[in-house]
């Protein structure tokens, strides 16, 4: 008999008594060190909860799949069953065989704490360690700075299985270690700081982009092994680029395999469909009021900071958490325990996640998708907001992407749109966000997305992305933006990259590529990015002529930049602009210089102020403002 066909050893048990007080009382943090499976000398040590289970066993390659032969055994009342069966090795698959007695209910489950998992349809899990020697260690010692709120953040969000394909190789995805060289020379040649990765965690259905995801400490095996990611992110960070990675703890599938009805009852969602299952994604929601539930989901949140050295999560579909009464009608949902409509259990949760990630790694930022005015997202908890860093401004996406659809004509009559958004600026820390969700599904591609014929598409573009860049807000920008792709996003495709070929595509590129070097470089643009004192109006009422002229400013009173916008395709001459100061101003950028694909019209690279009171101010500009295009000018007072 081979040392795999050994009896179960229930002797060699990781957890410690205090580990599973903590763990029921919802108070663990770093589950991946105790569940799930590890190789101790001689075979592996599993664990699994599953507290209404009357039998659970592994099963796997290594018996046969026999459910029979490695039993594990209940570890007092804390729900969890482990055991050690020797033989057991790196690359051996496995599942747990769940029976509930009551039910008479038997399922083979993957294992919810794997560190790696079969590719996709299969679903085993496999035995798998984490070593990796990392080579970042001059970024983890920056990286404080990096993220600062102080500091430049141009992300650049990708979704790595359509980034780039190999088309005479059956249109295959590349792997973890074929993209990274190519993925770091773009994002350098781009100048983005950051990079976003739609989901990574393993999920059975690659059409969810990876928001389904069952593998809450397993990376999508689809493009190689854990230690190919850590590759790759180590790849990213040796040349100065951040990683964030999307994290979904608001919703996971319903496939058989997965979290749902765990253990033959609802474990980890709720048994009360009204609270329980979304109806826009047909997926189960946690019950964050689970004590283990929440020691879960805070551990695959640690984890992921821990193992794979990410700068950042983005947690997806916040307001879906956050409202009981969210996508439902009358009737549909359960208030809360005051009558209210807020998710009490959510709200906690969401609270103590944040502080948890701040506390080990206050290096690092976390990042809401919240769609609505929900108060002090990115505020301390202490002050009775949710925690997070920074927060998606959803509504500043969604005017300014309408304003930019409609012909110029008519833009006057919509020019709060643009406004609007100062209005409540700087209630959260935004992020200016032109993402993957506003290039599918019929929305179209952001190019395909402006009005005019083709050469306005593009001068609208540009003006589009230099007022981004210009206005408060870290900025973040999906894959295909930056090549004026005419496609919309396409999961089972690539980028179209030879569209870079045409001049009108690769300037675009260039004028993405200066406006990250001048954002990264110009502290007056992103140093008060969240923070009032960084931004102030000069003239938000030009609605008959659709320009928008502003301020950016630095901590350094002498460091300023003048923004001004035309969102029309007419040439604007002897537009005066009011100024705080005399002196020299040196033009930075112009989004139509005939290097970025456009028309040329032009000023004088330095301009001197007139002591001409305009717009409240002491002095004045009179600028050229070239048709459909954004300008900075820089103070030169030093």
């Given at each position: 008999?081979?040392?795999?066909?050994?009896?179960?050893?229930?002797?060699?048990s990781?957890?410690?008594?205090d580990?599973?007080?903590?763990?029921n009382e919802?108070?663990?943090?770093?589950?991946?060190?105790?569940?799930?499976?590890?190789?101790?000398e001689?075979?592996?040590?599993?664990?699994?909860?599953?507290?209404?289970?009357?039998?659970?066993s592994?099963v796997?390659?290594?018996?046969?799949w026999d459910?029979?032969?490695h039993?594990?055994?209940?570890?007092?009342s804390s729900?969890?069953?482990e055991?050690?069966i020797?033989?057991?090795a790196?690359?051996?698959?496995?599942?747990y065989?769940?029976s509930s007695?009551?039910?008479?209910?038997?399922?083979e489950?993957?294992?919810?704490?794997?560190?790696?998992?079969?590719?996709?349809?299969?679903?085993?899990?496999?035995?798998w360690?984490?070593?990796?020697?990392w080579?970042?260690?001059?970024?983890m010692?920056?990286r404080?700075?990096?993220?600062s709120l102080e500091a430049p953040?141009?992300?650049?969000?990708?979704?790595l299985?359509?980034?780039r394909?190999?088309?005479?190789?059956?249109?295959?995805?590349?792997?973890?270690?074929?993209i990274?060289p190519?993925?770091?020379?773009?994002?350098?040649?781009?100048g983005?700081?950051h990079?976003?990765?739609?989901p990574?965690?393993?999920?059975?259905?690659?059409?969810?982009?990876?928001?389904?995801?069952?593998?809450?400490?397993?990376p999508?095996s689809?493009?190689?092994t854990?230690?190919d990611?850590?590759?790759?992110?180590?790849?990213?960070?040796?040349?100065?680029i951040?990683?964030?990675?999307?994290?979904?703890?608001?919703h996971?599938?319903?496939?058989?395999?997965?979290?749902?009805?765990?253990?033959?009852?609802?474990?980890y969602?709720?048994?009360?469909?009204r609270?329980?299952?979304?109806?826009?994604?047909?997926?189960?929601?946690?019950?964050y009021?689970?004590n283990?539930?929440?020691?879960?989901?805070?551990s695959s949140a640690?984890?992921?900071?821990?193992?794979?050295?990410?700068?950042?999560?983005?947690?997806?579909?916040?307001?879906s958490?956050?409202y009981?009464?969210?996508?439902?009608?009358?009737?549909?949902?359960?208030p809360n325990?005051?009558g209210?409509?807020?998710?009490?259990?959510?709200?906690?949760?969401?609270?103590?996640?944040n502080?948890?990630v701040?506390?080990r790694?206050?290096d690092?930022?976390t990042?809401?998708?919240?769609?609505?005015?929900?108060?002090?997202?990115?505020?301390?908890?202490y002050?009775?907001?949710?925690?997070f860093?920074?927060?998606?401004d959803?509504?500043?996406?969604?005017?300014?992407?309408?304003?930019?659809?409609?012909e110029?004509?008519?833009?006057?009559?919509h020019?709060?749109?643009?406004?609007?958004?100062?209005?409540?600026?700087?209630?959260?820390n935004?992020?200016l966000?032109?993402?993957?969700?506003?290039v599918?599904?019929g929305?179209?591609?952001l190019?395909?997305?402006m009005?005019?014929?083709?050469?306005?598409k593009?001068?609208?573009?540009r003006?589009?992305?230099g007022?981004?860049y210009?206005?408060?807000?870290?900025k973040?920008?999906?894959?295909g933006g930056?090549l004026?792709q005419?496609?919309e996003?396409?999961?089972d495709?690539?980028?179209?990259?030879h569209?870079?070929?045409?001049e009108?595509?690769?300037g675009?590129q260039?004028w993405v590529?200066?406006?990250n070097?001048?954002?990264?470089?110009v502290?007056?643009?992103?140093e008060?990015?969240c923070?009032?004192?960084?931004?102030?109006?000069?003239?938000a009422?030009?609605v008959?002529q659709?320009?928008?002229?502003?301020l950016?400013?630095?901590?350094?009173?002498r460091?300023?930049?003048?923004?001004a916008c035309?969102?029309?395709?007419?040439v604007?001459?002897?537009y005066?602009?009011g100024?705080?100061?005399?002196?020299?101003w040196?033009v930075?950028?112009?989004?139509?210089?005939v290097q970025?694909?456009?028309?040329?019209?032009?000023?004088?690279?330095v301009?001197?102020?007139?002591?001409?009171?305009?717009?409240?101010?002491?002095y004045?500009l009179r600028?050229t403002?070239?048709?459909?295009?954004?300008?900075?000018?820089?103070?030169?007072?030093?």
């Amino acid at each position: 008999m081979s040392d795999k066909n050994q009896p179960v050893l229930y002797d060699r048990s990781l957890l410690t008594e205090d580990d599973l007080y903590l763990f029921n009382e919802g108070a663990h943090f770093q589950l991946h060190d105790k569940l799930g499976t590890h190789r101790i000398e001689g075979g592996t040590q599993f664990a699994v909860w599953a507290p209404n289970a009357s039998r659970v066993s592994v099963v796997g390659g290594f018996n046969g799949w026999d459910a029979t032969r490695h039993p594990l055994r209940p570890r007092g009342s804390s729900g969890i069953w482990e055991g050690f069966i020797p033989g057991v090795a790196q690359g051996d698959m496995y599942k747990y065989h769940i029976s509930s007695g009551r039910r008479k209910h038997a399922v083979e489950k993957t294992d919810p704490y794997a560190f790696h998992c079969e590719t996709p349809p299969r679903t085993a899990s496999i035995v798998w360690d984490l070593d990796y020697e990392w080579g970042d260690n001059q970024w983890m010692g920056t990286r404080a700075q990096r993220n600062s709120l102080e500091a430049p953040m141009a992300i650049y969000e990708v979704h790595l299985g359509s980034w780039r394909r190999e088309p005479e190789d059956n249109n295959r995805s590349l792997s973890y270690r074929e993209i990274a060289p190519l993925l770091v020379e773009h994002v350098q040649k781009c100048g983005f700081t950051h990079v976003e990765f739609l989901p990574l965690t393993e999920h059975p259905f690659f059409g969810s982009w990876g928001y389904q995801t069952t593998g809450y400490f397993a990376p999508t095996s689809r493009y190689g092994t854990p230690q190919d990611l850590m590759f790759l992110i180590d790849s990213l960070h040796q040349n100065g680029i951040g990683v964030i990675l999307d994290w979904v703890p608001s919703h996971f599938p319903t496939d058989e395999h997965g979290l749902g009805y765990f253990d033959g009852t609802h474990l980890y969602e709720h048994a009360d469909m009204r609270q329980g299952f979304h109806p826009d994604w047909s997926s189960y929601i946690f019950n964050y009021g689970r004590n283990e539930v929440r020691s879960f989901l805070i551990s695959s949140a640690v984890f992921w900071l821990d193992k794979y050295h990410i700068d950042g999560l983005r947690v997806d579909a916040v307001a879906s958490m956050l409202y009981l009464d969210y996508s439902r009608k009358k009737g549909e949902w359960i208030p809360n325990r005051e009558g209210g409509r807020e998710n009490l259990d959510a709200i906690a949760f969401l609270r103590k996640l944040n502080t948890e990630v701040y506390s080990r790694h206050p290096d690092v930022q976390t990042f809401a998708e919240e769609s609505t005015a929900w108060p002090m997202v990115s505020r301390p908890t202490y002050l009775g907001g949710l925690g997070f860093g920074l927060k998606w401004d959803m509504g500043w996406m969604h005017d300014t992407l309408d304003y930019m659809g409609r012909e110029s004509i008519h833009r006057k009559y919509h020019h709060r749109r643009l406004t609007f958004r100062m209005l409540y600026g700087f209630s959260e820390n935004f992020v200016l966000p032109l993402s993957h969700d506003e290039v599918v599904h019929g929305k179209a591609s952001l190019v395909g997305k402006m009005s005019g014929d083709d050469w306005q598409k593009f001068a609208n573009l540009r003006a589009l992305y230099g007022y981004m860049y210009g206005t408060s807000g870290k900025k973040l920008l999906f894959m295909g933006g930056e090549l004026g792709q005419w496609s919309e996003w396409n999961h089972d495709g690539s980028l179209e990259w030879h569209l870079l070929q045409y001049e009108r595509h690769s300037g675009l590129q260039e004028w993405v590529r200066a406006l990250n070097q001048t954002y990264r470089t110009v502290t007056a643009l992103h140093e008060l990015d969240c923070h009032p004192a960084g931004f102030e109006w000069i003239d938000a009422d030009d609605v008959e002529q659709s320009v928008l002229t502003f301020l950016r400013k630095g901590k350094d009173a002498r460091d300023m930049v003048v923004v001004a916008c035309n969102f029309t395709p007419v040439v604007r001459h002897d537009y005066l602009v009011g100024v705080p100061r005399g002196g020299e101003w040196t033009v930075v950028l112009s989004s139509d210089d005939v290097q970025f694909g456009g028309s040329g019209v032009s000023n004088p690279e330095v301009l001197k102020s007139a002591k001409t009171p305009f717009h409240g101010r002491p002095y004045s500009l009179r600028l050229t403002l070239p048709p459909l295009a954004t300008v900075y000018l820089r103070s030169t007072e030093r």
